[in-house]
């Protein structure tokens, strides 16, 4: 029995904005602890996952955030949506792939942005649900057992004991995000379990599950399949239906058991979790960053890089980045994907991305940008370099600010130190390195009609981007 992790790491993290953008999700970020969350999601199973058994599923957009973040992971490894459709379609997907490369497979299912407390228990629990999946043939989802009425969360109710251990229990039915009424019921009657998104299965029993309950979709995959390196995968995919693995399977089969989990849990869904992570100061805040707070009370407070300073406030959340400040009341937390969902129908950079913007070989932030023009301050990592590569429709300049840079343009390769400068002409190919031990800093200004991101043409990448 070869177990795999399937990672779910597509999703964009709407009610965590305006840290969490579409370009620069919250799963790629640390917002609890020092590495990014799809890191310590990793991180935490290698010790009984080795790594050439990581899948990762991803949109398309999100590639180099993956590259980047985690580079261990072999790139056939990586399985990239053109369109997010669903936790289904997802499954389905790298289910038919194993069906090829290792028919055996035990399949563990894990979002990308779970907080677990008690690592070594949650090794030890993944364990067992992968042999009791494998042995009995069984579809296992590790359950939380509530310690508060959250209407945010998913429930299984939890019927008769597999075992005279009452080690799993049968599952009954799923309640999505009850009404608090509900949710303090659930809590009493103690049968009930959220839904931690947490699934084992052998790749022969989900895709049983799947011909039986999602047959049309388990048709067009399995076409899909061969269409791979076509240039009809992507209208392919994009014509899937979208669902979810519980809506569409786990509701409907008589196999589904849960097993009780217990080991520090968190889906950190919204800001609102953070109440839950972090210990509150005396006037019962949570405070993280730069922030004094006069008369402030029970509130979630998230600086970057400026001071935040509140007066007064009770039952508030304030989150503020370099280009955008969110604040709302704790109990219209989940209604920031909604705010987000406006900013994306005004067309605001803002929901998409960041003023810095994190590449494989470092990162670069827009300084200024006018009609005609573009200027940023890019980095480079020592030992890093861009793509060979040029641009249709615009020029750049590069004057070196702080370390040494190895840059070709068309057939010449120079050395350029500090205060000094070149010029890229419109198709030209050109590439930036890092030859140094420190960072290279250049400030790059771009001239032409189009100054966005898809006028690269690569010739060669050290990062596989197209």
């Not at 972090?278 to 890089?305: E, M």
Request: charged share 20%; proline share 7%; net charge negative.
């Amino acid at each position: 029995m070869n177990v795999y992790a399937v990672i779910l790491a597509g999703g964009r993290g709407k009610r965590f904005w305006p840290v969490s953008r579409l370009k620069s999700p919250k799963q790629f970020l640390p917002i609890v602890g020092n590495s990014p969350m799809i890191r310590q999601t990793i991180e935490r199973i290698t010790p009984i996952i080795p790594w050439n058994r990581i899948l990762a599923v991803t949109g398309r957009i999100l590639k180099e955030k993956m590259i980047s973040t985690v580079p261990e992971l072999p790139i056939q490894n990586i399985f990239l949506e053109p369109i997010g459709k669903n936790t289904a379609p997802a499954v389905a997907w790298t289910s038919i792939w194993l069906q090829q490369h290792d028919p055996g497979a035990v399949i563990a299912i894990l979002p990308s942005d779970h907080i677990i407390g008690d690592v070594p228990g949650f090794q030890n629990v993944l364990i067992s649900a992968a042999e009791l999946a494998w042995k009995e043939n069984l579809i296992v989802t590790l359950g939380i057992r509530p310690d508060r009425p959250e209407t945010g969360y998913g429930y299984i109710q939890c019927g008769s004991a597999l075992d005279a251990a009452g080690m799993a229990y049968y599952g009954a039915r799923f309640i999505e995000k009850p009404p608090l009424e509900q949710a303090e019921a659930f809590v009493r009657e103690g049968n009930y379990y959220w839904n931690s998104g947490i699934f084992l299965f052998s790749r022969k029993t989900i895709l049983e599950a799947m011909a039986r309950h999602l047959p049309e979709l388990d048709g067009r995959l399995n076409a899909l399949q061969n269409e791979l390196a076509s240039p009809q995968f992507e209208a392919m995919y994009r014509n899937l239906p979208s669902v979810s693995l519980d809506h569409g399977v786990l509701e409907k089969v008589d196999n589904l058991v849960v097993i009780p989990l217990d080991v520090g849990w968190d889906d950190v869904g919204t800001w609102g979790a953070l109440k839950n992570l972090f210990p509150p100061d005396d006037q019962g805040n949570v405070a993280l960053g730069n922030t004094v707070n006069v008369d402030s009370k029970n509130c979630i407070i998230y600086a970057q890089d400026r001071l935040v300073a509140t007066i007064g406030l009770d039952q508030m959340i304030v989150v503020d980045t370099p280009d955008a400040t969110l604040v709302c009341p704790l109990n219209k937390v989940q209604e920031v994907k909604d705010l987000v969902a406006e900013l994306d129908r005004r067309e605001m950079v803002e929901s998409s991305q960041h003023l810095t913007v994190e590449r494989p070989w470092g990162n670069y932030t827009i300084i200024d940008a006018g009609d005609g023009y573009k200027v940023k301050e890019v980095v480079v990592h020592p030992g890093k370099r861009l793509s060979l590569q040029y641009h249709n429709q615009r020029a750049e300049h590069w004057v070196v600010v702080q370390g040494e840079a190895l840059v070709t343009i068309g057939q010449e390769i120079s050395k350029i130190t500090a205060n000094e400068s070149v010029y890229i002409p419109v198709k030209t190919p050109h590439r930036l390195e890092n030859p140094g031990p420190a960072p290279l800093k250049i400030i790059e200004v771009q001239t032409g009609p189009y100054l966005e991101e898809d006028d690269i043409v690569r010739l060669n990448d050290d990062f596989w981007r197209g």
